[in-house]
């Protein structure tokens, strides 16, 4: 049976995203694995940087402009894309809060999320 690709709005870890995207393009008999992916982003000589991300290493911001370029998102997907990697990635307790609160305006009807947002801006 075939599965799937992930939606990027069910997640809250990027890191999970990438895993789960993986194997579901293997499932679906995508040639997408982490090498492949490598040399889309640019890494030839690579074939476990994906790997390397989704345990802990850090991507730049060049790498989440590359990575939003191979697995082909939209405008809206690219920014929740950014949103989590910055989540995921925070160092400080309060950028992080920061980050899951606008993250979780995406779960809100846009009524609701425009009164929060402005909310969060003292608005």
Known sequence: ??????NIFDYIDFKKYFS???????????NNSGGKIC?????????SYVNSVI???K??????????????FNKAEAIYFRLLVNYGQAEEDVEKELYAEI???YK???EQAAKKALALLGM
Do not use: Q, W
């Open 39 to 47: 040399r889309e982003l640019g890494i030839p000589n690579s074939r």
């Open 1 to 6: 049976m075939d599965k799937k690709l992930p």
């Open 20 to 30: 789960d995207y993986i194997t579901a393009c293997k499932h679906n008999g995508l």
């Open 108 to 110: 809100l009807p846009k």
């Open 55 to 57: 345990h802990g290493r």
């Open 103 to 105: 993250l979780s305006l």
């Open 59 to 72: 991507i730049t911001r060049t790498f989440v402009t590359r990575f939003i370029k191979v697995l082909n």
